[in-house]
């Protein structure tokens, strides 16, 4: 949806709105840091995040991909940064294909800060001033894309005239922007004045204010100097005897904040855009501070991320495998026309996409050979399952299946989880039994407050035909446990028949919701991944032949991926049974 609609939408219903900004970091693990931090933000409903465009457009692939995964896959409306700094048409031109193919409907266009130590100059086939890529965005795609642009309250550092500075700034709202974001200031009575001055001559889109908290002293002293942000005297005197004190100027920069946000809402801006560094802390206790988010709010409307792309505003409900790799679930689903509501049922696409690289990249698409913290040198069996019980225990931070650290429900189960992994049953993915917690719950809760959450005790692993030969018997025997088998031939076996809701939400005034379930077709397409990331992301590693790849290969094409469901929510014990099936016997594989 265009944030300009979205905007309209608030100010006509008196809504006071606001939004994020990040910018790509340097390094793989920052970058799964930064999606993690986009889950717990968007909790607190902001209209839109936007992502930056590296100087001389040296971040430019990954922006791309972080507003990707901001928009599909953490479901946030999200405006990407495009700058005209080192790109010449055709790179401008794959670049907004390549948000279009995205869903991304928003654009900021910028002409861009050259990289440090250079000075700004056109290229041969580009453009030089933004106005021109807020033409070349509408000439190509007419009202396709919603354009916002940036406002200087102080003036462009390179201006050598204000009123020239403001007129530029009306030719790019006449060329097409719909929106403006200003740069940041803490002189919040010189924005005023500015704001009036951009409404006398003609400006009457949305303005929105750049705020950025204060974090350190010395942070703060560095973007003032480049962005030559004027620094009221009060401000300074503030900062001067607790400058040494990281806590108290943080401390400080929260209430400076809050006082700024509430003079510029009570002047009538319509919203507020945070520049959040990439951090949370800070813009969580200003919208708190300005009531702006509730103890309520923080609760997730579902088990995972809904995406911000409009065929997909619907979903309600997916297979539980795709857990902890939700990117490859929407990618492979993307060319579905309609995505289940309600019960998964038989309206379900029949088809999820072939699996490709792609796919078995990580969160974030990073190249497939980087190695991971689990190829370890291994002598047997019982060193790959060393290796998932670190994993379990916190000793390694991940997994191919698994890019993040144990979640917290699974923390809950850890000590079980560990024990079952060292025995030979190699888990990628669990829940624990929940019987009526409440929603607001911090760990299980979803849905928002006032209803109930139920989920089965549900494990997924891989393991050896014969620990499988004696779950497969176990479990006929249960009436409360249900599985499914298969490994990478495809040869399957089950006990169970149809589709069975794993987590599922009671609320006042609505029907029972099961957004998470075991599906027996999406599972044995799943296989075909799980047993692939065996070997693209950590066979692989090692050389054909050496003793580490041996052990590897003869796991991938003897064991079976196995899921069970203790359908007893109430007083089941899911995990102890692998502890009555092992004990009397020699536990290697």
């Known amino acids: 949806m265009k944030i300009i609609d979205k905007i309209k939408e608030k100010i006509e219903n008196e809504q006071v709105f606001f939004s994020f900004e990040y910018f790509p970091p340097k390094t793989a693990e920052g970058v799964n840091n930064l999606y993690e931090r986009f889950q717990r933000m968007l909790l607190f409903e902001p209209l839109f995040v936007d992502v930056t465009w590296g100087a001389g457009g040296s971040t430019s692939e990954l922006t791309a991909q972080i507003c990707e995964t901001s928009q599909t896959f953490c479901g946030l409306e999200t405006m990407m940064h495009l700058t005209c700094t080192n790109m010449p048409q055709e790179n401008i031109y794959s670049a907004l294909e390549k948000a279009k193919s995205c869903g991304i409907q928003n654009i900021l266009a910028l002409r861009g800060d050259p990289p440090r130590g250079e000075e700004w100059r056109p290229i041969e086939g580009g453009f030089s001033h933004g106005v021109d890529l807020v033409k070349y965005i509408?000439?190509?795609?007419?009202?396709?894309?919603?354009?916002?642009?940036?406002?200087?309250?102080?003036?462009?550092?390179?201006?050598?005239?204000?009123?020239?500075?403001?007129k530029y700034l009306k030719e790019k709202v006449d060329a097409g922007a719909d929106i403006i974001i200003t740069q940041l200031f803490y002189d919040v009575d010189l924005f005023i004045e500015w704001v009036a001055k951009c409404r006398k001559i003609g400006i009457t889109c949305p303005i929105l204010?750049?705020?950025?908290?204060?974090?350190?002293?010395?942070?703060?002293?560095?973007?003032?100097?480049?962005?030559?942000?004027?620094?009221?005297?009060e401000i300074s005197e503030a900062l001067?005897?607790?400058?040494?004190?990281?806590?108290?100027?943080?401390?400080?920069?929260?209430?400076?904040?809050?006082?700024?946000?509430?003079?510029?809402?009570?002047?009538?801006?319509?919203?507020?855009?945070?520049?959040?560094?990439?951090?949370?802390?800070?813009?969580?206790?200003?919208?708190k501070g300005l009531s702006l988010i509730s103890k309520e709010q923080m609760a997730r409307q579902l088990p995972w991320n809904q995406c911000a792309t409009s065929g997909r505003l619907k979903e309600e409900v997916r297979p539980i495998f795709w857990k902890h790799r939700p990117r490859s679930y929407i990618s492979r689903t993307g060319s579905w026309d309609e995505f289940p509501n309600g019960r998964w049922g038989d309206s379900r696409s029949p088809a999820f996409g072939d699996l490709t690289d792609y796919h078995l990249a990580g969160k974030t698409g990073q190249n497939l050979k980087v190695k991971g913290p689990?190829?370890?040198?291994?002598?047997?069996?019982?060193?790959?399952?060393?290796?998932?019980?670190?994993?379990?225990?916190?000793?390694?931070?991940?997994?191919p299946w698994n890019e993040t650290p144990l979640s917290p429900e699974s923390n809950l189960i850890k000590e079980q989880l560990v024990q079952i992994n060292k025995l030979g049953f190699l888990t990628i993915n669990s829940q624990p039994a929940i019987n009526g917690v409440s929603s607001s719950d911090k760990i299980?809760?979803?849905?928002?407050?006032?209803?109930?959450?139920?989920?089965?005790?549900?494990?997924?692993?891989f393991t050896s035909p014969e620990n499988l030969e004696l779950i497969v018997e176990f479990c006929n025997k249960s009436s409360r446990l249900t599985y499914h088998a298969i490994n990478l031939k495809g040869h399957a076996l089950t006990n169970?028949?149809?589709?069975?809701?794993?987590?599922?939400?009671?609320?006042?005034?609505?029907?029972?919701?099961?957004?998470?379930?075991?599906d027996a077709e999406s599972f044995v397409v799943w296989k075909d991944e799980a047993f692939a990331?065996?070997?693209?992301?950590?066979?692989?590693?090692?050389?054909?032949?050496?003793?580490?790849?041996?052990?590897?290969?003869?796991?991938?094409?003897?064991?079976?991926?196995?899921?069970?469901?203790?359908?007893?929510?109430?007083?089941?014990?899911?995990?102890?049974?692998?502890?009555?099936?092992?004990?009397?016997?020699?536990?290697?594989?």
């Open 240 to 287: 001067e005897p607790i400058k040494d004190n990281d806590e108290e100027v943080k401390k400080y920069g929260i209430k400076l904040c809050i006082e700024m946000c509430r003079k510029l809402l009570d002047a009538g801006v319509p919203g507020l855009h945070f520049y959040t560094l990439n951090l949370e802390r800070s813009v969580k206790k200003v919208l």
């Open 374 to 399: 689990y190829c370890v040198p291994l002598h047997d069996a019982h060193d790959v399952f060393q290796v998932f019980a670190d994993y379990v225990s916190g000793n390694i931070k991940q997994l």
């Open 496 to 518: 169970t028949k149809g589709t069975n809701a794993v987590t599922w939400g009671v609320f006042p005034g609505k029907e029972i919701i099961q957004p998470t379930v075991v």
């Open 444 to 461: 299980h809760g979803w849905g928002g407050k006032g209803g109930y959450i139920y989920q089965k005790a549900y494990v997924e692993f």
């Open 533 to 589: 990331l065996w070997k693209s992301r950590w066979a692989n590693e090692y050389a054909e032949g050496t003793e580490s790849r041996t052990v590897l290969d003869n796991v991938i094409n003897s064991y079976y991926l196995v899921n069970i469901v203790d359908n007893n929510f109430v007083d089941g014990d899911l995990f102890q049974i692998f502890v009555q099936l092992t004990t009397p016997r020699d536990t290697a594989a």
């Open 138 to 166: 509408r000439k190509t795609y007419g009202n396709e894309f919603g354009i916002a642009v940036a406002g200087y309250p102080e003036g462009h550092s390179d201006a050598v005239d204000k009123e020239l500075d403001l």
């Open 209 to 233: 204010p750049g705020i950025m908290p204060i974090h350190t002293y010395a942070g703060f002293v560095r973007m003032t100097t480049l962005s030559k942000t004027h620094v009221p005297t």
